[in-house]
């Protein structure tokens, strides 16, 4: 029996199988589409997954989606006529796209698959819950999921146990911490939907100086339910995220969008916001664990992607571990309506904790190849060992290696399969790969990737975090590691353990032995503007564009001043910084 989980039409379009209980492949269709945070019917994700499972769409016995379209449309039309004739107009052109899309879900899978079996509707929310609970394997275990907005839910928190999930609260719309989060990004001139992290990483170069006037946006409960104060914000008319009353209060106008000047100001608002989402994820969580009884948190919904807030929770909440989806956003909701399909509707026995986190496409040796020759690359073939020890002389050398192996990662996150890596010993590394290769803000930190088995050794931290979404502290007395060492000494941990992917920790592992440092500088291979690279050839054109000095791809070690030229324009050239 196959089950295939889908979810699109606002952002992070994506689709997931599952064949007899195995999550066979998960993608977003912004891998194939090569556009960012894609949003449309996930038509190459969907032939993807199928094609991974080794079947057709004729295969596939249920389809379900990870929203209540119909619930969705209720909210915008009720908010609507509660404040007409306001937004009108964005009102008046989003009509028509829904009504299209989700709203007519059958018609699309009939009309561009071939599919005319059953589909069935999740809710927003609870495929949040069941992207987390089911896949953490535990048997038992609080949920709390926070994110913009679902059909009518903003945040909800219940309990896991066995196969049933139980939703026992929710803050409903229009009062949000994601949308607070989402209005306080573009306040500070940044993309809403897609730049939210670039505020965390701004936030330690600011101190918490405005935490106070926040306070005046959102009025936050000692259990940490919360309610915004709408004076401040638009969105219910769907004109703006905000009202000049927010800039008032807030003593600046809004930041040109990606182009003003950032300054102590933006940063300390940057700071502040994050004192504002700590504690009320803090406080969230502590009163959920104590509610049910269940020390053992999983995490769900954008703000999940928050790695501080998560990292805040495991050291101030009185939680015993905590389990975050790897593709916490919209994207995992694709996820979690199969899970629950699966595991909460058809009561099939549940998965060990998600056994993978590779679950995008892949190439053979032989497709990388004839990838390489297409180009007329030059590049040398080694064996394993040579492989390592060639890759390890490179970063040894201080050069930037791009690292392209296996099937690619599920989430937002590079974790060793498409990556770019540098040495974390190496002062000017984190400049150079922001500037050269990467295209982007100065300010952004770089995650380490650690052994497993050494976490503790570097950073202060007593548990795995594999999927790059915990910040902890660098200890001292250890050899320095600029380049991954945030202002505020902080880290975004990845651990990597042997059965997670052994040629990446192996690579690691023989990195410390060379040089004492168990770690290595992990970011994903993309540059601004564009999703992490899926393709061999995707990631040749990649490497081509920007100053990477080597890519590993495969068992292929290629040298950047070896390769005939490719007539592209550059990165550099492209953002106009030549």
Not at 307 to 316: D, H, K, S, T, Y
Request: aromatic share 8%; proline share 6%; charged share 25%.
């Amino acid at each position: 029996m196959r089950v295939l989980g889908l979810s699109c039409f606002y952002h992070d379009a994506a689709a997931c199988l599952i064949d007899e209980g195995t999550i066979v492949a998960a993608a977003t269709e912004e891998s194939f589409s090569r556009k960012k945070h894609d949003s449309g019917f996930p038509k190459r994700a969907i032939e993807y997954v199928l094609r991974e499972a080794g079947t057709q769409i004729e295969g596939v016995n249920a389809v379900i989606y990870y929203d209540k379209p119909l619930k969705k449309f209720d909210r915008s039309v009720r908010t609507h006529l509660a404040h007409f004739p306001f937004g009108l107009g964005p009102f008046a052109r989003r009509m028509p796209q829904v009504i299209g899309t989700e709203l007519r879900l059958p018609k699309l899978l009939k009309d561009e698959l071939g599919y005319s079996g059953p589909v069935l509707y999740s809710e927003h929310h609870l495929s949040h819950a069941a992207s987390a609970f089911y896949a953490s394997g535990w048997e038992e275990a609080s949920i709390l999921t926070v994110d913009g907005v679902g059909e009518w839910t903003t945040s909800s928190w219940g309990v896991g146990r066995g196969s049933d999930i139980t939703l026992m609260g929710e803050t409903r719309f229009p009062h949000s911490l994601g949308l607070l989060y989402s209005a306080i990004t573009y306040y500070l001139g940044f993309k809403v939907n897609s730049a939210e992290y670039k505020v965390m990483g701004l936030a330690p170069y600011g101190e918490p100086v405005h935490v106070e006037k926040l306070r005046q946006l959102i009025h936050i409960a000692e259990d940490g339910s919360f309610r915004l104060d709408m004076k401040y914000f638009d969105f219910e008319r769907g004109q703006r995220m905000y009202t000049p009353a927010l800039e008032a209060l807030l003593g600046q106008p809004t930041r040109p969008l990606e182009t003003g000047e950032l300054s102590q100001f933006h940063k300390d608002i940057a700071r502040s916001l994050q004192v504002i989402v700590d504690e009320v994820m803090v406080k969230l969580a502590t009163h959920i664990v104590n509610t049910t009884g269940c020390r053992k948190l999983c995490l769900a919904g954008g703000v999940a992607l928050n790695c501080v807030a998560n990292g805040e929770i495991l050291r101030r909440a009185p939680v015993e571990d905590v389990f975050v989806q790897p593709s916490a956003g919209d994207a995992g909701g694709a996820m979690g309506a199969a899970l629950l399909l699966w595991n909460g509707l058809l009561k099939k026995p549940r998965l060990p904790r998600l056994p993978s986190v590779y679950l995008g496409p892949g190439e053979s040796d032989a497709q990388i190849e004839a990838t390489l020759q297409r180009y007329s690359a030059k590049y040398t073939r080694l064996e394993r060992a040579a492989l390592l020890e060639r890759a390890c002389d490179l970063l040894e050398g201080q050069k930037v290696v791009g690292w392209h192996h296996g099937r690619m990662e599920w989430g937002p996150r590079a974790l060793g399969h498409r990556s770019i890596l540098g040495d974390p010993r190496v002062l000017d590394m984190r400049d150079i790969i922001n500037r050269k290769i990467k295209m982007r803000e100065g300010f952004r930190p770089f995650a380490p990737s650690v052994l497993e088995e050494s976490v503790s050794d570097w950073f202060e931290i007593d548990r795995p975090s594999p999927y790059m979404l915990m910040v902890a502290q660098v200890r001292g007395g250890k050899t320095p590691l600029p380049s991954v060492t945030h202002v505020d000494n902080s880290a975004r941990i990845q651990t990597i353990s042997r059965e997670q992917d052994a040629l990446y920790h192996d690579l690691i592992a023989r990195f410390g032995e060379r040089t004492g440092v168990p770690v290595l500088i992990n970011t994903s291979m993309n540059v601004r503007g564009e999703p992490m690279v899926c393709s061999a050839d995707d990631t040749y054109r990649c490497f081509m564009r920007t100053e990477m000095d080597a890519l590993v791809i495969g068992p292929f070690v290629l040298l950047k001043e070896e390769q005939p030229p490719l007539h592209l324009k550059s990165a550099a050239e492209e953002f106009g910084l030549d």
